[in-house]
Structure formats: C-alpha cells, structure tokens
C-alpha cells in the first residue's frame, strides 16, 4: 500500500527507531520490497535489460550474510491484484511513470526501471539457496503482519505501511538493515547485524501517548495507494491542524505531523470519525462514515495461516476460495510456480504489461509475445467460463473471450481487447495440470513454432531459450540482424560456461583455457558503456527476446513444465550481450575467434546455432546487395559472416504456418 510522505517523515525522527543488533532470530522478509532494493543500491546496469548474474551474486551475499548471524529468513511476495481491484488507478499511474522513467533512460537521463525478469530470478534464487517462500494470493501486507506476529519475529521491508501495523517484534526498514556491515559481540563472539527497528510505542509516545488504533484511521484520511477519497480533501480545507513548531519544508510532512496531532486528542477511531464527519457535507457524511471504517480493515492481520503453508505445506486463503480456483492452480500460487500475471488473467481479465528501455517510437516490445499470450489467455478464460462458479463470474460469457491489456503506445499507457486463442475441452483449466505430457509439450513447442526433433540435440535446460529464439527471429520488429542472434546466442554460452567453472566435473578436459575464454566475456561485460549513446533498435530487439521469453516462460508454467525450466540467473545478461552485439559489429571478431580456444563451449554454439538456422526461412540473414561499393573493412566481415554460416548444417524447418492444427480436433 504505502502512506505518501510517511517513510521520510519518519527518517527525520530518529526517536521513533530503537537500535537492534539482529542475530539467532526468524525474520519475515517482503520479497518484492528486497528485490527492488538489492538492484537499486548495487547500482546495476538499468539501460541494457538486466544483469541477472551479478544481482544473482549481490542476492546470495545477502542470504549467507544472514547465516552468518544465525537469522532465518522466510519471504512473503505478493501476489496479483485482488478482485476488488481496488488499487487499479495506482498501477495505471506508475505504469504511466514508468514509461516516462524508461523514455528517459533510453536517452541517457536517470531513473530506475526493474528488468523484465527479475521476478523469476529471484524465485530461482531462493529455491536454489532453500530459502523458504511463499506467494501471497494478492498483496502480502497482511500474511506478513499475521505470520510475524505469531512467530514474534520482526519484518524487514522499506513500506510505510508497517509503520501503522501492530507488530510485537518491530519492523526494521530495509534502508538501515546493514547487512554489507557485520559485527561481533564482544561477549559471546556471535555476529550480529546492525538495523534500526520501528517502535510503535515511541511513535505514538511522541504524539501524547495516542491510542495506537488510531493509526489506520490516519492511514486511511492521508490516503495510500488505494484510497483517494474527494471528501478529505474538503476535512483538510477546513480543519486547523496543529502542526506544532514544524517547519515548511515539507508540505507532506506538514499534514502528516498535523493530523496526528489532530488525531490524539481521541480516544479511539470511533470518537475521532464522529469528529471528522462535522467538518463534511451533510449527504457525504454516512458514506464517508462507511468508508472509512471499511478501510481501516486493511489494517488488521490477514486469516492466512502461513506458519502452516512454511511447516506442513498447506495454503488456505478465504479470497482464494471465493474465486473457485482449482486445487492445483492454488497451489502453484503459493509455491510460486505460476506468477501473479496469471491471477491477473483469471480474476480481472486485465494485465499492465511492464515497460522496458526500448525504443519509444515504435510499438512496444510486447508486441512480439502477443500470439505466445494470447494462447495462455485461451487456456485461462475458455476454461474459465464452464468451470469456475458462476457466483463470482464478472464477465459475460462471449463465444471469444477477451482480455484488456495496457501497453505502452508511444510514451502512453494504452488499452486494448486481446481476443483469446480457441482450445478444445481436453485443455480445460480444472484438469490441464492432467493432460498428457506430449500433449502439453506439443501445445508449447506449436505456439513457439518448432518441433521436438529440433530441439533433440539442444542439451535439456537450454530447449526453452533455444525454441523461443527461434520465435523472436521470426516475429521480430525491427528485423532480427545475425550478429543480433549471434551475441544472444553467445551471451547464453557465457552462462553456461560460468556453470562449468563454478561447479567443474573431476579431470575436466580445458579447465584452464575455458577459465581464459571466460575472463575474456567478463572483460567485455565490465566495459563501461553508461556513457555511449544506447542503440536504440538493439536495445529494442533485445528487448522483445526478453518479452518472448517471459510469456513463453509462463506458458511453460501454466502447463507445468514439459520443457525443463532454465537457470534464469546466468542466462541472459543485457550489458554483456550489447557488448558483444558492438563487438561483432564494428571489430573483425567471429565467434568462431572469440570461443575457438574452448572446444567444448563452441562446440555448444555450433550446435544451437544449427538448431536455429534450422527453423527460419533460408537467406533470412542474407545482407541485400549494396548500390554503393562497400569498405574493405565490411567486405571482408561479410565474408566471414557467409564462411560461418556455411559451416552450419541447415536442418529441415518445420511448418508454422497453422501452429495449433494438432489440437483443434476433439479425442
């Protein structure tokens, strides 16, 4: 949610925070709030799509920090939005800031925009470490609050929210959690580390001793993400708060300091709402009166028994229920085996899709992925309107169902209708969880437009990447370049080979020259290029690849997984694959060059490469033929570029013309 003002507010009152030295504790940690931060203040590359590798590292410091000092972490994300879809204007309003942040970015001003991945990465993350995780059904400040509470353990998260929240152990904002700054107790020897901890009590102590369930109530009247209420606007314009010797620097802080004041001369909410009603219209004051008492609920700790999800497994949510879910798809909620994108589909038939550094004058990335959507909108809503209970349907059953969808459109949000894909009845939602396997993979490997047969030399977590660059090629605009593919390409046997040396095979042949060619991509990678003016199209190109392979991703999810899911944490790096794409460009390196002092690494590339050829249209790279003679320089690259690619065997394509024809017939 969050209060406007209030984390700042609060910053200035160094009183309101007691001083911890955390160790040999359970912690409750907000994923979302963690992820943000990690990123932000490690100051990874922004401009280039995400480097998942060194926020993957930055992540895993952070978690054997925390072993150190004996605390054990258990991380609540949220999930989608809630059916009451209370918070809709919010997300379109930082929607919309995003693509302006992005916009900027692109032309090298500031600003902080996530990578489309991180997410997933994350997730891998903990699962990799065993850090316990749980995915919230919709926003997770609640589960949080109930599951702390009962454990008596503090939170660890940077939302203003918490600060109005009861907690018994505190909550310590994640911008005074020194983790980089561990210490030693000179008694015991015990590491510890230092963090700051939100004590409500002082809070309300320094605001003569009010009734701390007066807070929500503030919450509430200074508005957070989901409520903006016209009728408070008319309480602050004619109230006098007392705002005491506070200076004006701040007019946020002002009213925040202001209404508190205002608000502890009561002694509980029900006094302090009757007070706030004098200052209103006549006909506002019994909406308003409801208003505010149904959205002071937001306040009290959630019925999820999440300590129960942590020690036997089990996720029971009241508002799940209500949506008539089935079993299985609840399940891979909570364990974070289907993102909340997919909840967004099945309760609002709506999604916000996330901008990214690319070029603002053509359509959005998005557009590439949309047919991949569009399949995985048919598995949801066809489904969804013969199985889920009629009682809380919203939507009137059409013989196409369809989705709104907001993308970005130049530098605005735009909406569009999105119909689905038709399926048959064997794909119904309730039982998709049972379909054959090779039916589900045949499902996947269609929409991507490629065949098992071609993916049989691709080694298993790689088939994934493989299939959905096969896509990208074919559908991407502007136009797919060969040394685009060619640093994507390498870019993923740069992940691989940093797997070989992080966990090498015993008497592993070229251990030594793999360590050289690897040195060699980190070298690239560490090039500083903030400064130069970023490629527009590449970057725009790259992007699409990253939105193809999310929704590709999540489709393989919804059909649980008939191709293994990759290691998303060493597969695509935006700053090295820009640096390569250059290198490729401008210099007389081949990747034949860059990888031929590790055999079994070009061995790798040969062979995806071979794969992928395989599937687009002969002469898809060949260069149109110049009016003007061309430099030397570019003459000699050109050939290279053909002596390569006739080195590759080209294998049959496979049609793609009617990608679902396997399955539109009934058993």
């Known amino acids: 949610?969050?209060?406007?003002?209030?984390?700042?507010?609060?910053?200035?009152?160094?009183?309101?925070?007691?001083?911890?030295?955390?160790?040999?504790?359970?912690?409750?940690?907000?994923?979302?709030?963690?992820?943000?931060?990690?990123?932000?203040?490690?100051?990874?590359?922004?401009?280039?799509?995400?480097?998942?590798?060194?926020?993957?590292?930055?992540?895993?410091?952070?978690?054997?920090?925390?072993?150190?000092?004996?605390?054990?972490?258990?991380?609540?994300?949220?999930?989608?939005?809630?059916?009451?879809?209370?918070?809709?204007?919010?997300?379109?309003?930082?929607?919309?800031?995003?693509?302006?942040?992005?916009?900027?970015?692109?032309?090298?001003?500031?600003?902080?925009?996530?990578?489309?991945?991180?997410?997933?990465?994350?997730?891998?993350?903990?699962?990799?470490?065993?850090?316990?995780?749980?995915?919230?059904?919709?926003?997770?400040?609640?589960?949080?609050?109930?599951?702390?509470?009962?454990?008596?353990?503090?939170?660890?998260?940077?939302?203003?929210?918490?600060?109005?929240?009861?907690?018994?152990?505190?909550?310590?904002?994640?911008?005074?959690?020194?983790?980089?700054?561990?210490?030693?107790?000179?008694?015991?020897?015990?590491?510890?580390?230092?963090?700051?901890?939100?004590?409500?009590?002082?809070?309300?102590?320094?605001?003569?001793?009010?009734?701390?369930?007066?807070?929500?109530?503030?919450?509430?009247?200074?508005?957070?993400?989901?409520?903006?209420?016209?009728?408070?606007?008319?309480?602050?314009?004619?109230?006098?708060?007392?705002?005491?010797?506070?200076?004006?620097?701040?007019?946020?802080?002002?009213?925040?300091?202001?209404?508190?004041?205002?608000?502890?001369?009561?002694?509980?909410?029900?006094?302090?709402?009757?007070?706030?009603?004098?200052?209103?219209?006549?006909?506002?004051?019994?909406?308003?009166?409801?208003?505010?008492?149904?959205?002071?609920?937001?306040?009290e700790p959630s019925d999820v028994n999440l300590q129960d999800f942590f020690q036997n497994g089990h996720y029971e949510s009241e508002a799940a229920k209500k949506q008539g879910f089935p079993l299985w798809i609840l399940s891979a909620f909570a364990k974070g085996l289907l993102a909340p994108f997919i909840s967004d589909v099945l309760v609002l038939r709506r999604i916000i899709l996330h901008p990214q550094v690319e070029n603002i004058q053509r359509l959005s990335s998005h557009v590439t992925a949309l047919s991949i959507r569009q399949v995985i909108y048919g598995l949801l809503l066809n489904a969804s309107e013969s199985s889920f209970h009629t009682s809380v349907r919203k939507h009137p059953i059409s013989s196409t169902p369809t989705l709104c969808e907001f993308d970005r459109f130049r530098k605005e949000l735009r909406k569009s209708f999105v119909p689905a894909a038709p399926f048959p009845g064997k794909f119904a939602l309730t039982t998709l969880n049972e379909v054959p396997l090779a039916d589900r993979l045949q499902l996947l490997l269609d929409t991507l437009g490629v065949t098992a047969g071609i993916l049989e030399t691709v080694p298993g977590l790689l088939q994934l990447p493989v299939a959905v660059t096969c896509f990208w090629i074919r559908y991407s605009e502007p136009k797919v370049k060969l040394q685009h593919m060619k640093a994507l390409l390498l870019g993923i046997v740069f992940g691989e080979l940093h797997k070989i040396l992080e966990n090498p095979e015993p008497g592993a042949l070229h251990a030594e020259v793999d360590k050289i060619v690897y040195d060699q991509f980190l070298k690239w990678k560490g090039q500083k290029s903030q400064e130069e003016v970023l490629e527009l199209d590449t970057a725009h190109i790259f992007c699409q690849w990253q939105c193809c392979f999310q929704m590709a991703l999540y489709l393989n999810q919804l059909l649980s997984a008939p191709l293994p899911e990759p290691d998303l944490t060493r597969l695509y790096n935006g700053t090295l694959v820009h640096r390569l794409y250059h290198e490729l460009k401008t210099t007389m390196a081949t990747p034949d060059s860059l990888l031929s002092a590790s055999p079994k690494m070009h061995q790798l590339y040969c062979n995806i490469v071979r794969v992928v050829r395989g599937v687009i249209p002969t002469g898809f790279f060949q260069r149109k033929r110049a009016r003007s003679r061309k430099k030397k320089k570019q003459d000699v690259k050109q050939v290279l570029d053909k002596r390569e690619a006739a080195t590759v065997e080209v294998v049959p394509s496979c049609s793609i013309n009617n990608r679902f024809t396997t399955f539109m017939m009934e058993d």
């Not at 963690?34 to 490690?42: I, K, M, P, T, W």
């Not at 693509?99 to 699962?127: C, M, N």
């Not at 009213?255 to 009603?277: K, T």
């Open 1 to 299: 949610m969050g209060i406007h003002g209030m984390m700042s507010y609060v910053a200035e009152h160094k009183q309101f925070f007691v001083d911890l030295q955390l160790r040999n504790t359970k912690v409750i940690i907000d994923g979302n709030n963690l992820y943000h931060r990690l990123y932000f203040d490690a100051n990874l590359d922004i401009r280039h799509g995400g480097n998942y590798d060194s926020f993957t590292d930055i992540t895993h410091k952070f978690f054997e920090t925390l072993t150190l000092c004996d605390i054990r972490p258990y991380v609540v994300l949220d999930g989608g939005s809630d059916a009451s879809d209370k918070k809709f204007t919010t997300l379109k309003e930082r929607a919309q800031e995003k693509i302006q942040l992005a916009s900027s970015i692109s032309r090298g001003g500031a600003g902080s925009i996530l990578p489309l991945l991180i997410r997933e990465v994350f997730k891998q993350i903990l699962t990799k470490l065993q850090v316990p995780f749980v995915q919230s059904f919709s926003e997770a400040d609640r589960d949080i609050v109930s599951l702390a509470n009962h454990w008596n353990c503090p939170v660890l998260t940077l939302d203003s929210d918490f600060c109005i929240f009861d907690l018994k152990a505190g909550y310590c904002p994640l911008n005074s959690f020194q983790w980089r700054n561990i210490c030693t107790c000179k008694e015991s020897q015990d590491c510890y580390i230092p963090a700051k901890c939100f004590s409500l009590e002082r809070f309300c102590k320094h605001f003569g001793n009010m009734n701390k369930t007066l807070l929500p109530l503030f919450a509430v009247m200074s508005g957070n993400d989901y409520i903006n209420l016209p009728a408070m606007e008319m309480f602050f314009h004619k109230v006098r708060l007392p705002v005491g010797g506070y200076g004006k620097k701040f007019k946020k802080h002002m009213r925040i300091q202001g209404l508190l004041n205002w608000l502890s001369r009561f002694a509980d909410p029900a006094e302090a709402i009757e007070n706030v009603l004098k200052y209103l219209r006549p006909h506002e004051k019994e909406e308003t009166r409801q208003f505010l008492w149904a959205s002071m609920e937001e306040y």
